[in-house]
């Protein structure tokens, strides 16, 4: 170290010193003074040729340097009286070969009003980074319990019963529903009820992140791990969610190479950071979701057999909302109240004629649809009462509509009556029901081509082609 001190021109040392610290003194063993800054003798209303030499006691009102000196003792941040005022000091021995030789001391603040104008910029800062600690903590928090699963047809209180009693086990959980019937609040709820309840829980989209990201993302990375890669290192979301839960919604749209790792995190409860060698012990609870039917993907050889047993040690199958309809006037009841306190309102109500036409609806979106057009009707509501004439078009049309296709599409596997349609060549008739099936997930999405492309269970971009197909 001092080899490499040593290659610092002499000359260079005193101004290096000033700038690192505006006001500093260093002394010997018997508190001579033999170096003091410009910064500082002008603070103490004297000069650095009036000062050097001097015993640290005829210079400095109320110095303890020479005392420092002498015990070896460090004094930080001690407040000292300094003409007529209090400056806040640090001083430090200097000890060389075990032995003290010296002291330094700096100045870090010249009066209580320049510590408190530094307090002020510092506590500013605090309190941000107070923010945003309490919302990552939040964020790995989960927000729903089983009261916020609202519903009391037999099916999905079959579904409910059965997550709560599963919650309390560290057992995996496969959520099966079509999307928008609430699988990650089940997920929440779960977790919320087990014994991990005050422990993280994060919820990760596998569909969200492409694929050359998925694997830093869950397992975090080094250093230098790859081009782009932040510098130091990274903790992953199984490492961020340790010794709680992970949700891992949509795992059927996780590519095959990271369904091998993500098995060897179930199998052998460790992880690899991307660029790592070091293997990190991980205790996680995982609950996954998906809208696919893995059993079918397993079968073509898109979702890795062993990991769908693992995952599939508990399965709860949501309900699609068309197979509990008698939630709905229920479920429409607690999404009003979610959304006054969004519009700041209160007492909105549903005419009995839209409660008929919500019940007639088939909602291929799930209840995420049904909010959806709730939000829309609150919107354009001017008095209290939710009218026919607040609905989105296509649900106020949908009775003619149907008098005219005969027909009640469903976007996954519903049967369709085509029989006043024209015999004409297959492939038309085939078009006339893929134009309708668009047509209907584009308005149960309010027009977001991303959700009803997942509803049809194809890609954003085929959507794109068809839609351009069909002039929608």
Same mark, same amino acid.
């Given at each position: 170290?001092?080899?490499?001190?040593?290659?610092?021109?002499?000359?260079?040392?005193?101004?290096?010193?000033?700038?690192?610290?505006?006001?500093?003194?260093?002394?010997?063993?018997?508190?001579?003074?033999?170096?003091?800054?410009?910064?500082?003798?002008?603070?103490?209303?004297?000069?650095?040729?009036?000062?050097?030499?001097?015993?640290?006691?005829?210079?400095?009102?109320?110095?303890?340097?020479?005392?420092?000196?002498?015990?070896?003792?460090?004094?930080?941040?001690?407040?000292?009286?300094?003409?007529?005022?209090?400056?806040?000091?640090?001083?430090?021995?200097?000890?060389?070969?075990?032995?003290?030789?010296?002291?330094?001391?700096?100045?870090?603040?010249?009066?209580?009003?320049?510590?408190?104008?530094?307090?002020?910029?510092?506590?500013?800062?605090?309190?941000?980074?107070?923010?945003?600690?309490?919302?990552?903590?939040?964020?790995?928090?989960?927000?729903?319990?089983?009261?916020?699963?609202?519903?009391?047809?037999?099916?999905?209180?079959?579904?409910?019963?059965?997550?709560?009693?599963?919650?309390?086990?560290?057992?995996?959980?496969? +959520?099966?529903?079509?999307?928008?019937?609430?699988?990650?609040?089940?997920?929440?709820?779960?977790?919320?009820?087990?014994?991990?309840?005050?422990?993280?829980?994060?919820?990760?989209?596998?569909?969200?992140?492409?694929?050359?990201? *998925?694997?830093?993302?869950?397992?975090?990375?080094?250093?230098?791990?790859?081009?782009?890669?932040?510098?130091?290192?990274?903790?992953?979301?199984?490492? +961020?969610?340790?010794?709680?839960?992970?949700?891992?919604?949509?795992?059927?749209?996780?590519?095959?190479?990271?369904?091998?790792?993500?098995?060897?995190? *179930?199998?052998?409860?460790?992880?690899?950071?991307?660029?790592?060698?070091?293997?990190?012990?991980?205790?996680?609870?995982?609950?996954?979701?998906?809208?696919?039917?893995?059993?079918?993907?397993?079968?073509?050889?898109?979702?890795?057999?062993?990991?769908?047993?693992?995952?599939?040690?508990?399965?709860?199958?949501?309900?699609?909302?068309?197979?509990?309809?008698?939630?709905?006037?229920?479920?429409?009841?607690?999404?009003?109240?979610?959304?006054?306190?969004?519009?700041?309102?209160?007492?909105?109500?549903?005419?009995?004629?839209?409660?008929?036409?919500?019940?007639?609806?088939?909602?291929?979106?799930?209840?995420?649809?049904?909010?959806?057009?709730?939000?829309?009707?609150?919107?354009?509501?001017?008095?209290?009462?939710?009218?026919?004439?607040?609905?989105?078009?296509?649900?106020?049309?949908?009775?003619?509509?149907?008098?005219?296709?005969?027909?009640?599409?469903?976007?996954?596997?519903?049967?369709?009556?085509?029989?006043? +349609?024209?015999?004409?060549?297959?492939?038309?008739?085939?078009?006339?029901?893929?134009?309708?099936?668009?047509?209907?997930?584009?308005?149960?999405?309010?027009?977001?081509?991303? /959700?009803?492309?997942?509803?049809?269970?194809?890609?954003?971009?085929? +959507?794109? /082609?068809?839609?351009?197909?069909?002039?929608?």
């Amino acid at each position: 170290m001092y080899q490499v001190f040593d290659k610092v021109p002499f000359n260079w040392h005193e101004q290096i010193i000033n700038l690192l610290s505006e006001r500093t003194v260093v002394v010997d063993r018997d508190g001579i003074i033999l170096y003091i800054s410009d910064a500082y003798c002008e603070f103490l209303g004297t000069t650095v040729e009036n000062s050097l030499y001097k015993h640290t006691s005829e210079v400095i009102e109320n110095s303890r340097m020479h005392i420092v000196a002498k015990t070896g003792q460090k004094e930080l941040a001690a407040v000292q009286p300094i003409n007529g005022s209090e400056m806040i000091a640090n001083r430090y021995p200097i000890i060389i070969d075990g032995e003290v030789v010296g002291a330094v001391g700096t100045v870090m603040f010249r009066s209580p009003e320049e510590w408190q104008m530094y307090n002020r910029r510092i506590q500013h800062l605090v309190e941000e980074l107070k923010y945003y600690k309490s919302k990552i903590q939040l964020d790995l928090r989960s927000k729903y319990q089983f009261n916020d699963l609202i519903g009391s047809s037999t099916i999905f209180s079959s579904a409910k019963d059965l997550a709560k009693r599963i919650s309390k086990n560290n057992s995996s959980v496969l +959520l099966v529903g079509e999307s928008g019937t609430g699988k990650e609040l089940f997920a929440h709820s779960i977790h919320n009820d087990s014994h991990r309840a005050g422990l993280p829980f994060v919820a990760i989209n596998c569909a969200s992140i492409p694929d050359h990201l *998925l694997e830093s993302e869950l397992f975090g990375y080094e250093d230098g791990a790859f081009t782009g890669a932040k510098k130091g290192r990274k903790k992953g979301q199984f490492e +961020l969610a340790n010794n709680g839960t992970i949700f891992l919604d949509e795992i059927g749209d996780m590519p095959l190479s990271m369904q091998s790792k993500l098995l060897r995190v *179930l199998q052998e409860k460790e992880i690899h950071r991307v660029g790592g060698q070091k293997s990190i012990q991980v205790n996680v609870r995982i609950i996954a979701a998906t809208h696919r039917d893995l059993e079918k993907m397993v079968e073509e050889g898109k979702f890795r057999r062993d990991l769908y047993y693992r995952l599939n040690v508990i399965i709860i199958e949501i309900p699609p909302l068309r197979k509990r309809k008698e939630d709905i006037e229920l479920i429409s009841k607690g999404l009003l109240k979610k959304l006054e306190n969004k519009f700041f309102r209160k007492g909105i109500e549903l005419s009995p004629e839209v409660m008929e036409k919500l019940t007639q609806h088939s909602w291929p979106g799930n209840i995420r649809e049904l909010e959806n057009v709730l939000e829309r009707s609150i919107n354009v509501l001017d008095g209290q009462t939710i009218k026919v004439g607040h609905l989105p078009l296509y649900l106020r049309d949908q009775e003619r509509e149907n008098s005219n296709f005969e027909k009640a599409v469903t976007i996954r596997g519903c049967s369709t009556e085509l029989s006043s +349609l024209p015999i004409q060549p297959l492939k038309d008739t085939l078009a006339i029901v893929e134009k309708k099936a668009i047509e209907n997930a584009i308005k149960a999405t309010n027009g977001n081509k991303l /959700e009803a492309a997942k509803f049809l269970d194809i890609s954003k971009t085929n +959507l794109y /082609e068809k839609c351009k197909t069909y002039n929608l």
